[in-house]
């Protein structure tokens, strides 16, 4: 399952608080429609101000994608889980270097008060000779070599950004060695485990 999000990562300067720069994260509050979700904001941390807007699967994006607009200070994502890890997918294809920092990748996995989740992922450009390259930062800001389920969400995203329909395979390199994942009829992502290089 895929839920579209957006948060808009920017200073915060408040002047009935304590802290000089409370970190305001929108979070979902009730539901409007069956498609968008109302946010409420929260104080935690200092210098950043975090909104998102989500939509809930079921519904389909409206051309142009919501990856496609740019805002200045804004970090577009889409939510997956794979049995049941759920991670922030970021369409790093433009750089070779996370969009986010760890500590970053920290607060927004924070699930009281950022999006929550396993991890965030990204989508970077291949090297030697790979299609893509995977990069993951732990919730707890820690980089693993790779994560299975992560790699099958990697997958279905990179499906989704190229437009790819029907059977496809692509070769990722992660920290672990090569993998292959390979995209079914169905949708479903078959991971070909047995190119790792250790």
Sequence with gaps: MAAAAAITITPYLSSHCKL????????PHRLLSPNIAFHKSVRRNPNLKISAV??????EIETPSFLERKERGSLRFVKYHGLGNDFILVDNRDSTEPKITSGQAVQLCDRN?????????FVMP?????????????????EPEMCGNGVRCFARFVAELENLHGKQRFTVHTGA????PEIQDDGKVLLLLSHFSK
């Design 113 to 121: 008060f950022g999006v929550g989740a396993d991890g965030v992922i």
């Design 54 to 59: 989500t939509t809930m699967p079921g519904k």
């Design 126 to 142: 291949g090297t030697n000779g790979t299609d893509y390259t995977m990069r993951i930062f732990n919730s707890d800001g820690s």
């Design 177 to 180: 060695g090569l993998i292959v």
């Design 20 to 27: 000089p720069n409370p970190l305001l994260i929108s979070k």
